[in-house]
């Protein structure tokens, strides 16, 4: 039996880093053995540190609960027991930024959940099955930092999952997709605990202004072309998105509306395009990678948060309601679970596609 | 002082006739004076028939609450007691249309919040702000269905009232638009009680595909043009509509994208043109007509539908969020009170229109 | 016309604060005249301090939009312009004391919705339907603390209010009760805003062990004896109260059970007692006094938060599902608003009785 | 490898079937091979029938897609394909208990979640962790009804669930109790499919006094002595429920007095004998049976329906907020998720128990 790779977890305490615990508890390649959070939780066993504040609906993973809380920043400890961070420490976008570089040249890869790194130049935003020719990346990055064996990566903000790869099944079938409007129904687990105020969403629903840029902004880059040592973003990609709060667990729905340039095609075609996407991860057989990961469906009252997020364990995107539409031309619903596929689990999927691409 | 009008309710024990009670309670025109409802309360008192079902958030009007409940289609009594008919009695399609047009008939106005008759050529979906002069095709209906003093109104489904008026304010400040996108976001009341199963809304939200016709049919109705003895819709109106239950319990929410033909406006002319909006109603001060009728703000996180309802005692529209969309070219988000302006209320406010164009 | 009384309010911008201005708002009697807030706020019209931040469903009151917003803790302009001060700002336990009693000290009567002096000795909890006599403690409060003309007197916790005034209509009937359970269902607008994490209350209930002890420290001073210069708890009345926060907005529900010593009346009797009992305010006929204040029904789903709330305009308790027990005894189901009863419509309701009683 | 035992499902297509298929699958010894429910889905397979009804998480299980749906009330297909029925379909009481004695007559032993036959005096109310010694009645029934190898067992209300089991763990450690209060906070899916209106449970609860009648009756009988041919309920035990539906999903939970009499125990003393209770099925290590069955915290902030329903995969009752009480001397907080151990995965337990002891 192959030895397990170990991984660490900086922001261990918070509600990311607990969803980590749980998904690789049992991971097939990783096993956890590291983990930092803030001073406050620092020299305390992982149990300890988290009492009064574990939010998953299963215990603490044995193997975790005994495990030291290192302070976040703390390289000495990090290098000796893992080789791979998952970044889920959230501070300010600076700080944040350091704090990744630091670990990343003291020669270990990060894969962050912050949006701190996402529109530096030459990190990539990767979803695995939309971009994963952006890791080629690594070496100029390493090349331009200066770092031997470490590098940074980042995965997109948990609301664009649900449309990007739709959009990217589509483009990758030949239609060319470039003018988008979404509206995107964001669940409570999105804004981490305490989050949103319960008074703003029972018999409510609150706009998230502050969403709506990311909203085209990493598809924008996600999309982009790598060229010598950065990524382009693809500009004529035009999408425009309203973002609101709504009283859901987990689960971001995404009502979409696409043109595709040229001849119109059937539904049927966009129907197969969609239902047959498979990517690099579902070629690799990707411990975490969900097949199909788009779940097509012609029910006409699907897909609903509660019964599709769990869909593909958390990591597939659920579709339907897929019609032309008299304006732009096509419309679509998609959902996809904001902390697995849109937070842990999608960080996991991309730390296995470096591992498999020998970036480890 | 003037004597009241006496009007009638069809349909009065359900929660749309409940909530005409409320509203006419201490109106300055109407006073409720004949209430009809299904065989099942027939006979009773209405403060008996109601009993354990009332759901309003205050008592009976004591005014009502000792007035018989006759059976709907009975004609005599609402001959003799009333000079108006509310009719909020749901039941099959047919039967709907035939009872209407038999008080109708009778020589009763009939303002009717069923979509039975909304399509039918020679009666007007009517919202007083916005085709008031589809009034003009009684003395046409009277002619063509040889009523004397009956006639026959409908007023829109309660999920188009957000954006139907704010596009007509823009139109009527001379912007052609002829592509809207919406995203509706409904809330409970808007089917009824029990309507929406409790399962389906907590931790979760889900289509409404038997709305997204309406959303564009009817608006495609009430923008068209009456020509002879019917109104023409305006097919060149292209509205798409993704529709949803939300776990509101009281307004829709409107996430609304539009193409403007011709010269881009600024959006400070967008703005004037929404918040000066008036139409016939405010123009002759309606006793319902909200003044304001479109509440245009700037705040970034508003409209709310708790906090913004009950704008304009529940008539008004509340806009915010104008913005310039990369696709189409503007966008905004509108809420109104579905059970207010988009039921009762939407309705009384037709009547007191039907009144001071002389029609009752 | 007599003139109007001015009032002011300490933390005037937070919630509490903002239902004051919207209770007051043509209040016969009281006119608000001064507005204090934290640091933050204060230099500014009150207009511009809660911008972004109003949270009511109707605008700022015209009367209130312009007034000038004071720093909490500053006297002269307080001393100046009202005659009567509700205290709603909230800060640390012993900097609330000394805030409320320098403005006491400095001749203002202060009517506070903290909790800061509900258990002082000298200072009365008051519920003004049960414990009116209570307010006879002030010539005793002003001797002891050398105050003149100012005064100091609390409002009970909004938890308490729904099965205070219950237990007090039976107990003023002649029925001992000495021994109460209660489950509390506590509304979200109980912990002001941002309050409870949407996470905790969607698809969820949370228990709020920090109200347990208020459940039955409060009732026993407010049914305590006036000795002297103090208020001495009646020990002998035995409270267990478990506590928990449901997704509602306003309203807190209790189910009570009660043991009655001695003969074990009819539930008849006890309907009696509690649908004809009057207090102090309504025999007074307070302007903020609901009559009846115990809306008694025999419905089987009543009361229910969003349909029972609002009765007597806020003020009433509404109390339903009487019925024998067999433990303890008997049991009821009661509810009251917990911002309008058990917040600042339960001071107003305290500061009218001041008025009444020549204390202003 | 031992072969599996066939088992049958009535009312295969509602809530309750479908949780059945999802908890058997991969069972170890049992595999669904017989479904049956109303004439609307007989005939077809089973994936056909649940089409647009399928309300599980994840999809239906391969091995009951194809399965071909009887309609109730055949018998020979159930006699050939299966030797033990879980029954959930419900109907009108007279015909739901035709239905399960049919079955048994014919041989086959059915386990029921239906409340028909609770109160029926030859037929258990069967906790597996609590009266699994009342299952010694089989053989009286079989010779009072003439059946040869069918039995009839039930499992109680799913409200019941979450104070009953507690109870029992004290009463085994020797603490006499006879008087319970109990407030019981349902949830939304202990009412099936539509169950109740989204309008009952948003911004609201409402009383369910249906089920406050279960709350003592079901103890009563569950805590009976099996005397003879029948089971007499223990009259002495008396409890007091007030009942309310919350909008929680799954999970029941309960806020629980009780008295102890005689020497009052320490609090110790009480943790101990709840958190060290081990039943029969944890005994025999049945598969369904939770080690430990009550997970006992010390945790101010628990339980919580979301985060505790799955404790011991649904199977457990997690309790809390142990204390004394003022009144009757002592108090905790339960739930357990009424899907699972309080319908579908309680009949399992207790199916597994009849296997055990020989009754298949």
Chains 1, 2, 3, 4 share one sequence.
């Not at 990090?78 to 990343?104: D, N, P, V, W």
């Not at 060229?227 to 693809?234: L, V, Y």
């Not at 009283?247 to 696409?258: E, I, K, L, Q, R």
Request: proline share 8%; charged share 25%.
């Amino acid at each position: 039996m192959k030895r397990k790779i170990p991984v660490g977890i900086l922001g261990a305490t918070g509600m990311v880093g607990q969803n980590y615990l749980i998904l690789l508890r049992d991971h097939p390649l990783f096993e956890v053995a590291y983990l930092a959070a803030s001073e406050r939780s620092a020299g305390r066993s992982y149990a300890e540190a988290v009492e009064g504040r574990w939010r998953m609906g299963e215990p603490v993973p044995e193997g975790a609960a005994g495990l030291p809380v290192y302070p976040v920043g703390e390289i000495e400890g990090a290098l000796k027991s893992c080789r791979l961070l998952f970044s889920a420490f959230s501070t300010g976008k600076e700080e944040t930024r350091l704090i990744e570089r630091t670990y990343a040249a003291a020669g270990l890869p990060v894969v962050s959940n912050n949006s701190a790194h996402r529109l530096t130049d030459n990190v990539p935003i990767l979803m695995p099955e939309v971009n994963p020719d952006h890791l080629d990346i690594i070496p100029e990055q390493r090349k331009r930092e200066g770092w031997s064996r470490g590098c940074l990566v980042t995965k997109p903000n948990c609301g664009v999952q649900s449309y990007v790869l739709p959009l990217h099944a589509l483009r990758a079938a030949g239609f060319v997709v470039k003018e988008v409007i979404t509206t995107n129904l964001q669940a409570l687990s999105g804004a981490g605990y305490p989050g949103q105020s319960a008074l703003d969403v029972i018999d409510n629903i609150v706009p998230l202004p502050s969403e709506e840029e990311k909203a085209f902004c990493e598809p924008q880059k996600i999309f982009g072309a790598l060229t010598g040592d950065r990524i382009e973003p693809e500009d004529s990609l035009r999408i425009s998105s309203s973002c609101l709060r709504v009283p859901v667990v987990h689960g971001h729905t995404s009502c979409v509306w696409f043109a595709v340039e040229g001849r119109q095609p059937s539904l049927e075609e966009l129907e197969t395009a969609l239902s047959r996407f498979r990517g690099v991860p579902q070629e690799l057989r990707l411990p975490s990678a969900p097949d199909p990961v788009i779940r097509f469906t012609r029910e006409d009252l699907r897909p609903q948060p509660r019964l599709d997020r769990d869909g593909g364990r958390g990591m597939a995107v659920s579709l339907g309601r897929l019609q032309r539409s008299p304006v732009l031309g096509y419309r679509f619903t998609a959902l996809s679970h904001n902390t697995v596929r849109g937070a842990a689990g999608g960080a996991i999927l991309t730390a296995e596609l470096l591992e498999a691409k020998g970036y480890l």
